[in-house]
């Protein structure tokens, strides 16, 4: 009976799995055989030069400028929102008039396509026109306007604030999960024992997210080190490669230099890299359950 049982599930989840290896699964293996050869755009030959994509891609010296700025970037915007979500999460979760229309609110960055999003930062953080400088300007906080986006010592940290807009909502909706999971019974007892609001969280909501703020940091940082579309709307990798991550070094290497070779190569490594958390996720996920 439960071999039947089994067999039904696999029947059932087999068009799924189909349809993954289809979308995923052949395209990684084409990826991988891609890697270890000089692919010729025109003509359609290939030649087989084994890992020598991936000893060009060690031996050069920008991929390892482009490991520092994702690096960076990750751990600014990373960072930005989790303290951001966290903070948002507990403020929704106390008690203050309007929490509904707050949870909505709050929802609209997530709602809103990334390319529409990154374009309208791109007009706020204008240099000459942009709302940003115009404000600051009007408040007196600084004199002149600031180049946001042309800066190579402030754009990696402009587009970082919108990568982190734009997530702020999905994290806080799960650290807000965690939170509502908490017994209040826990928090009464503290309160008994004269806890006051910062023991409280620092002795009983922590402890108690420890698990959902684990897997939410694991998931945020995957997400985060693949960003592309923000940074390739506002900067393309600019300005003087300020902010070119290694996901914009993989379009570089592809659609603008047109060594798909190398791009398949630098593409292997960072699914490598990402198994690494990924294996995270899952260890975190099998520890819960």
Not at 89 to 108: C, P, T, V
Not at 145 to 163: F, G, H, M, Q
Request: proline content about 3%; hydrophobic content about 55%; charged content about 15%.
């Amino acid at each position: 009976m439960i071999q039947k049982k089994n067999f039904q599930a696999i029947y059932f989840l087999l068009p799924a799995m189909i349809l993954l290896t289809i979308l995923y699964a052949y395209p990684m293996f084409l990826l991988l055989v891609q890697s270890f050869q000089k692919v010729e755009l025109f003509g359609d030959q290939s030649k087989f030069v084994a890992f020598d994509n991936y000893i060009r891609l060690l031996k050069d010296k920008g991929i390892y400028h482009n490991l520092r700025i994702t690096l960076l970037y990750s751990c600014v915007t990373i960072a930005i929102k989790m303290l951001g979500g966290l903070m948002i999460a507990l403020l929704i979760n106390s008690d203050i008039y309007g929490k509904k229309l707050a949870r909505f609110i709050m929802l609209i960055p997530w709602a809103i396509p990334q390319v529409a999003v990154s374009i309208i930062w791109k007009w706020i953080y204008d240099t000459r026109y942009g709302y940003l400088n115009y404000f600051l300007d009007a408040v007196n906080w600084v004199q002149g306007n600031i180049a946001w986006l042309a800066d190579k010592d402030v754009t990696l940290y402009a587009v970082s604030i919108v990568d982190a807009w734009m997530g702020w909502p999905l994290i806080t909706m799960m650290i807000l999960a965690g939170l509502e999971a908490i017994p209040k019974s826990l928090y009464e007892a503290g309160r008994l024992d004269g806890a006051n609001t910062w023991k409280q969280f620092w002795h009983i909501t922590l402890p108690e997210l420890a698990p959902v703020l684990t897997i939410t940091f694991t998931l945020v940082s995957i997400w985060t080190f693949n960003s592309f579309n923000v940074i390739f709307v506002m900067t393309q990798g600019g300005p003087l490669r300020s902010t070119e991550t290694l996901m914009m070094r993989v379009y570089n290497e592809a659609f603008k230099k047109f060594d798909f070779g190398m791009s398949s190569a630098l593409s292997v490594l960072i699914i490598l890299f990402m198994l690494a958390f990924i294996s995270l996720y899952i260890r975190q996920l099998t520890k819960e359950d």
